[in-house]
Each structure stands twice: as C-alpha cells, then as structure tokens.
C-alpha cells in the first residue's frame, strides 16, 4: 500500500482555482462557502421585506406585496451571481442584495416614482459603475469625495437602517405630542413587539458569542415563537380594514406586516415574475433631469465605495492582498461586481453587492472562487423555499438591520472628529439620514458643508473639481421645489 499523501484534489479543478496554490481543499472551500451562505441568507428574508415595505409614487407595492416572488428572485440573481465570481475572479466573494442599497431604493427613490422606474435607475447605475471600471476612473472618483465623509455616508446609512428596523417593528412609533416615542404612548405594548425584543436578545447573546449564522438563527427562532403566539393570542394584523370614509382601521398591537401562520407548502415551484420588470427612461419624465443625476450618483457612491472596501476587507483575511493591498484579479471582481448592479435591477431586486459576510467563510479556510460557487448553487436552492418568508412576520426579521446598523456604525471611529473641515459634514450626513428619512439628504448636507467650509478657511484648492459639480447639483436638488414655482 503506498505512503504517498497526495492531494486527492482533482488536478483540473485544483488548477483552475488555484486551490493547492493557496494552501486550501476542496473540503474547506465547499465549507466555507456554506458558512457564507448560513451568515447572509437572512437577505432571502430581509430583502422582500424591505422592498415591499413602502409603495411607490402610485401607491402600488412591488411584487404586488408577494414577498414570495420576490424572495424567489432575489435567491436566484445572489446564486447566479455568486457563480460568476467564483469562475471569473476566483475569488472566495459572495454577492448578494444590498442592505442600505435597498433601503434606498424603497424609500428614497420608489416613493418618487413607480417600481419599474426606480429598478431602472439602478441598472443606470450598474452600467455607469462598469463603465467607470473599463475605463479606469474609479481613481477620479475615489479622489473627488474625502475618504472620511464615505465613512460618514456608511454610518449614517447604519443609523437610518437601524431606525427602519425599530419602526417596523413598533418598538418605535409616533407619539401624540413628539416625533417618535417608545411603543404606544411611551409604553411597549402587544406580543409582537415582544418577539421582537425576543429576537433581538437572542441575536446579540449569538452575535457576541461568535455563532455563525446568528442573524439566521435569530429569525427562524423568533419566527416559531410568533408562530405560537400568534396561533394562542389570535393578534391579527396592524391594519384591519377601512371605514365608510376611507380611512385605515388600526389594530395598534398587531403584526406590522405578514401574520405569521404556516403556510400550505414549504416547497414550491418558484415564481420569477419580477425578472425584467424595469424601465430605463421613465424616471426622467417623472421627477427631472436633476433628481435623476442625483439619485444615481447616491446609488453609485454607496455601492461603488462599499465594494472597494469590502473584496479588500475579504482578501486581507485570505491572506490574499499584494504588496499595494490590493486582492489578485481586482479587474474582474469590480467588473463582476458592476455587472450584479445590472443584474439586480434588470431582475427588481435592488443593486446587488458584494458581501462583506464572505469573511466568515474565509475565516472558515475559504481561499478560492469555488467557495463562492458553492454558496451561489445553496441560493439556488434556496429559491424553491420562498414560501417560507410569507411566514416571518417583520417583528422576527428586523432585528437584523438593528445589529447591520451596529455593525456599519462601527466605522465612525475612522472620522477625525477633532478636525472641523470633516466633523462637521460627516456629523450632518449622519444625523440627517435617519431625521429625514432620506439618504440622500443627509449626503447632500455632508457635501456642501465640506464645501462650505473649505471656501470659508479659504482652502478651494483643497476642492476636487467633482466636488463643485456635485455641491451645484445638491443646491439644486434642495431647492427644486421653490426653483421650480419660480421657473414655472
């Protein structure tokens, strides 16, 4: 019998991948890929219920409010994508919606316009990141925004997720005489708050103790306890009807969204009726040609930013960075990651992004592409599952984007607060994203106070170009509604 211990890795796929060559096994790059998946599979859940959680400019939700349709694809263009960066850029990177980025698009840029018109800027938006990648001006826009207010743009986006998170889950209200109090009249009241706050306790204990898949866990867990009580209590929905004058009838402690209750089936043919659902030019006609410019360039600037942050983030924790940081094949990781902006558009998903979770597959000894390939075919999977999200009441869900929320507000630790020029405009983009419920209101403060304050202490050299077309732009995005009355 031989001695010999040699790789049992086939020797094509070892080539191909380079599997050998960075000190990995096809076991660990199939398990890594797996704890990928585990850690972000929550976006099959959280995803439809962000996107249908407002509707657009004439009242209609996305999908119809079927969070089944739109889990099904949001599954397939992760699992597709995943795939594609595992044989293009071999690079252990998983893709999926964007958390933030789909904030953005329900609740700034839908309510302005129709579903169809806002999956279309985001495909707009994709393409202009390919475009900046082929071409090699990402560098350009690197250098046009301070360093230190993309940190802020991040951290504000956190604050406001987190702040979604506690309204949908009725921990945060409107009170009677003040903008926002706790519960009903300063009180928590009904049971789903309370699996909310179960949900929450049981993702902080997981999170802190290091468990993988703890925002997964979290939801399933708190989903059966809502089950239960749901199936014991009979709460019913937060909406229960409407008058003879048309106005809702309230139920003020009841499920915010789905009732939780189990479904006829758990596997189902899925349904991918959303895929192609965009349109490229309607939004120009809706809400202007500026709007437009603006709304794409706040899309671009958090997707753009958080992908260069996050495949560096993966590839210093692979142990794959060369001696300028950079990860091997950064080329091909950008242009698949531009392509997933498209990709999830074209298919009314929101912008899809790399993940920033890959990193506990990685920590797992994912080295390689076919770590990612090996999470993308699990999505793939995962579509014949969407039953399961019409079952997760929001209560069980939304404690996620409260711990996304921590996890992005991390980073205000890189702002220099000593320093005014950058205090003051990461300050106003952080607070005035979560107080306007606007994320791009809290960019365009940021910007023009950066400006602001370099004209005042008489640095405008210190000013990249860029910065003066985007402050002109933001003046007119603040003052569109008094311009337009005096134009017209």
């Known amino acids: 019998m031989s001695t010999t211990t040699k790789s049992q890795t086939p020797s094509g796929l070892d080539s191909f991948f380079k599997i050998s060559e960075r000190g990995s096994t096809v076991g660990r790059e199939l398990r890594g890929g797996l704890v990928t998946f585990l850690t972000m599979a929550y976006i099959i859940v959280l995803n439809p219920i962000i996107l249908s959680g407002a509707p657009d400019k004439d009242g209609n939700f996305l999908a119809g409010g079927d969070t089944a349709v739109i889990a099904a694809c949001t599954a397939l263009v992760a699992g597709v994508l995943c795939i594609v960066m595992g044989l293009v850029a071999n690079f252990p990177l998983a893709l999926a919606a964007g958390l933030g980025l789909n904030a953005f698009v329900t609740y700034s840029i839908a309510s302005q316009m129709t579903w169809a018109d806002a999956m279309g800027l985001v495909v707009i938006e994709g393409l202009v990141i390919l475009v900046l ?4 001006f990402r560098e350009a826009v690197f250098s046009a925004v301070p360093a230190q207010l993309k940190v802020a743009i991040s951290v504000g986006i956190g604050l406001f997720i987190t702040l979604i998170g506690l309204v949908d889950a009725g921990f945060v209200r409107k009170g009677a005489g003040t903008p926002l ?22 993702l902080i204990a997981l999170y802190s103790r290091g468990v993988r898949g703890a925002i997964l866990i979290s939801i399933l867990v708190a989903t059966v306890v809502a089950i239960i009580v ?34 006829d089936k758990i596997v189902d043919k899925p349904d991918f009726g959303l895929l192609g659902e965009f349109s490229l030019l309607g939004s120009w006609e809706n809400v202007g040609v500026v709007t437009v410019f603006l709304l794409i360039f706040t899309l671009l600037l958090t997707d753009f930013f958080d992908t260069m942050g996050t495949m ?4 210093a924790e692979a142990g794959l960075l060369d001696e300028n940081g950079n990860p091997p094949r950064t080329k091909q990781i950008l242009i698949v990651d531009s392509v997933a902006a ?26 390689t592409g076919l770590a990612a390939i090996s999470t993308g075919v699990l999505f793939l999977l995962a579509t ?34 000593d320093d005014l020029e950058i205090a003051i405009p990461a300050f106003l983009t952080i607070v ?9 209101a ?28 985007i402050a002109a732009m933001f003046v007119v995005y603040f003052a569109i509604s008094p311009l337009t009355s005096w134009l017209t």
């Open 133 to 136: 990648v082929l071409t090699g």
């Open 181 to 202: 109090e706790l519960g009903v009249g300063g009180q928590l009241q009904g049971w789903p708050v309370l699996v909310f706050v179960l949900g929450l306790v049981l």
């Open 230 to 263: 749901e199936k014991l209590a009979e709460v019913g929905p937060s909406v229960t009807g409407v008058d003879g004058d048309g106005n809702l009838i309230t139920n003020p402690t009841g499920w915010n969204l789905n009732v939780p209750a189990w479904p």
């Open 312 to 315: 560096t983030a993966v590839g």
């Open 342 to 367: 498209v990709a999830g558009g074209a298919a009314s998903v929101s912008s899809n992004t790399s993940y920033i979770e890959s990193t506990s597959g990685v920590a797992d000894g994912a080295r």
């Open 384 to 417: 014949f599952l969407a039953p399961i999200v019409t079952i997760i009441p929001n209560e069980a869900a939304v404690p996620a984007l409260v711990l996304v929320g921590f996890l992005m507000m991390q980073q205000v630790k890189g702002i220099d607060w």
């Open 432 to 440: 005035l994203m979560p107080f306007t419920y606007s994320i791009s």
């Open 442 to 469: 809290g960019i365009g403060a940021g910007f023009l106070a950066y400006v602001l304050i370099k004209v005042m202490r008489g640095k405008l050299a210190e000013i990249h170009a860029l910065m003066w077309v």
